[in-house]
């Protein structure tokens, strides 16, 4: 349905199509609730735009000299007042009807948003509409508009992304993360790490400069090069520390870099690439720490790799199909050899 542009819609409103499309068309109306709404609000634009052109024929000067000389005719100033109104309620009307309903329509209809969604495995490259240019990590979610108006560059990210920002001085550009947290700048390259079930939201400055401000209590911090902000959506507390940007950043040029890290934090980064639930059996193993560097290792190379520096074990369980013919999520279960 996104294939269909408002000019190709508006030829099917006006039944300038070949017959093939408009049967198409008239199929869509019946089968997609998004196309039949789509064509609902182009054809109330046009009607409206074609009143509009209709009453714009209209000679005011020489229907007025017509009335006046009607006017100019009646001696009692009853009946003057009554065709004086008479031409009120005519034309006021189309001049309400011209100023509040047709021009606000026409220039505050939203424009079309697009959301893009990174797959498990996959780190997802685009360019926005004013060209700069966003790498979208595993499991996330993108949603800006196809065009940028007016003042300010708007985009909402749930998830992790990474954004060269192309300069413009007059217009800010804004990503609004869940809880309505915000990173705002000009033009400047940072990574945003904002997951829905993790704790906190992460935000690391590579170059430039940004700010980072809370919807709620209205805290705003400025970053400096090589520095992150840890945020707690719940309480709205903000950190800033040092960051080694090479390891927040390394994940989309595809590689895994790991820094005296947690397992636990490990088993969720593995759990988004590869598409997995990862469970991790005892207490002991959240304390278990690696420094590594992956980039084409399959998920069963990484476990071996992880076993062999600490005592571990892992088993991985098959798919199974379900009755509406998808399948599970494969199950890893990482255990202690510790006794």
């Not at 009453?55 to 009946?79: G, H, N, P, Y």
């Not at 490259?125 to 007016?150: C, M």
């Not at 992956?294 to 369980?317: N, V, W």
């Amino acid at each position: 349905m996104n294939n269909f542009s408002e000019t190709y819609i508006l030829a099917y409103i006006k039944r300038d199509l070949p017959g093939d499309d408009i049967s198409k068309c008239d199929a869509l109306m019946h089968s997609s609730p998004e196309f039949r709404e789509k064509v609902e609000r182009i054809e109330a634009i046009y009607d409206l735009s074609e009143n509009l052109r209709k009453q714009k024929k209209i000679d005011t000067e020489k229907a007025w000299a017509r009335l006046s000389r009607k006017i100019a005719f009646v001696s009692f100033r009853t009946r003057v007042w009554n065709i004086t109104r008479t031409a009120a309620a005519i034309l006021f009307p189309l001049f309400l009807l011209h100023q509040y309903v047709i021009q606000p329509m026409l220039k505050t209809t939203p424009p079309e948003m697009i959301t893009l969604v990174s797959a498990p495995g996959i780190v997802t490259k685009a360019v926005l509409p004013d060209g700069s240019e966003v790498w979208l990590n595993a499991q996330s979610e993108l949603t800006y508009p196809q065009k940028f108006t007016g003042k300010g560059r708007t985009v909402r990210l749930s998830g992790e992304a990474y954004f060269k920002v192309v300069a413009d001085k007059k217009n800010r550009f804004n990503v609004v993360m869940p809880d309505d947290i915000a990173v705002s700048a000009f033009g400047t390259e940072f990574n945003i790490h904002a997951y829905q079930d993790e704790p906190d939201y992460q935000v690391t400055l590579a170059r430039g400069n940004i700010e980072v401000e809370t919807a709620r209590s209205m805290k705003k911090e400025t970053l400096a090069v090589g520095q992150k902000a840890v945020l707690i959506p719940q309480t709205e507390e903000m950190t800033i520390v040092q960051a080694d940007t090479y390891v927040e950043t390394a994940w989309k040029d595809g590689k895994m870099v790991f820094r005296r890290e947690k397992l636990e934090t490990i088993a969720q980064k593995l759990s988004r690439k590869f598409g997995v639930v990862i469970r991790l059996e005892g207490d002991v193993l959240k304390d278990y720490e690696y420094t590594a560097t992956f980039t084409d290792e399959t998920l069963e190379d990484i476990l071996d790799l992880l076993k062999r520096s600490a005592p571990i074990t892992y088993s991985i369980s098959r798919q199974e199909q379900l009755d509406n013919n998808a399948f599970t999520h494969r199950t890893v279960t990482i255990k202690s050899n510790k006794r």
